[in-house]
């Protein structure tokens, strides 16, 4: 309201009339482009937020940590490894905060023994599910799921593993896409399509049989659209997709250069 009737004041003046004159189009454009500001409660705080915004968004803007494995400034959001979940107040379940847009008064809490005790489950379910064998991996050390589970203090899993019998995919010239090692955040998939634009890379079947596929199942190295350009590679957080040519532990990924690049071409922010 105070930069609406500065803006009107503005107008007014330079034309030289009085205090009926309404305001420029110039101004009023301006006005219609300011972002709504709302008020939300993140951890008992009051943060301003931007109305459109989502939770994680917002909590980020104003330096407040909540945990992700599948978000990725830039790309889409999902909402598929669910580490991002948050309590929201009257709401009787849990929310994913990289999909859910803040409301006016909204009471969030990122942080409580319940939410971390679901975040490590979750952590667990994804080592459990796949092979996971960090010793002998390319990524070791610089793995976000590592990393991940170091944070949430998971130093064991719960749950029977799978040990499911997934192929390595080596025919591409240049890269490597290992099925043991992926979490299925379509981190790569994403990253294809809305950055590169060549959609090679997809999820085929359902459930736990879920994988990611080439140019409708087809070999890596037989893939028509791929353009080799690797971002695909430097996005995934895991050791499913790596160059070749790496021993263990040598394999690091450059996430914020495909960050900034997607935000210049118009990803969210």
Known sequence: MAAAAFLGGQSRLKAGCGQNCPPSQAARRIISTMPDKISVKIDGEYIEATAGQTILEAARTNGKYIPTLCYLKGLSAVGACRLCIVEVSGVGRLLPACTTPVQDGMSVTTNSEKLTRYRRM???????????????????????????????????VGYPYSYPLLPVDMSHERFVLDHNRCILCTRCVRVCDEVEGAHVLDVA????????????????????????????????????????????????????????????????Q
């Not at 080592?127 to 991996?137: D, G, I, L, T």
């Not at 895991?238 to 532990?249: D, F, I, N, P, R």
Request: net charge positive; proline share 2%; charged share 20%.
């Open 122 to 156: 979750a952590i667990e379910f994804l080592f459990s599910e796949r092979n996971h064998y960090c010793a002998v991996c390319v990524s070791s050390g610089h793995c976000e799921l590592q990393s991940m589970a170091q944070k949430l203090g998971v130093t064991s």
């Open 205 to 268: 079947s359902r459930g736990i049989r879920s994988m990611i596929s080439c140019d409708l199942n087809r070999p890596w190295g037989q893939a028509r659209n791929c353009t080799n350009c690797g971002k695909c590679v430097q996005v995934c957080p895991t050791g499913a997709l790596a160059e070749k040519g790496w021993a263990v532990e040598e394999m690091t990924k450059r996430v914020d250069n495909i960050t900034w690049l997607a935000i210049r071409r118009g990803g969210n």
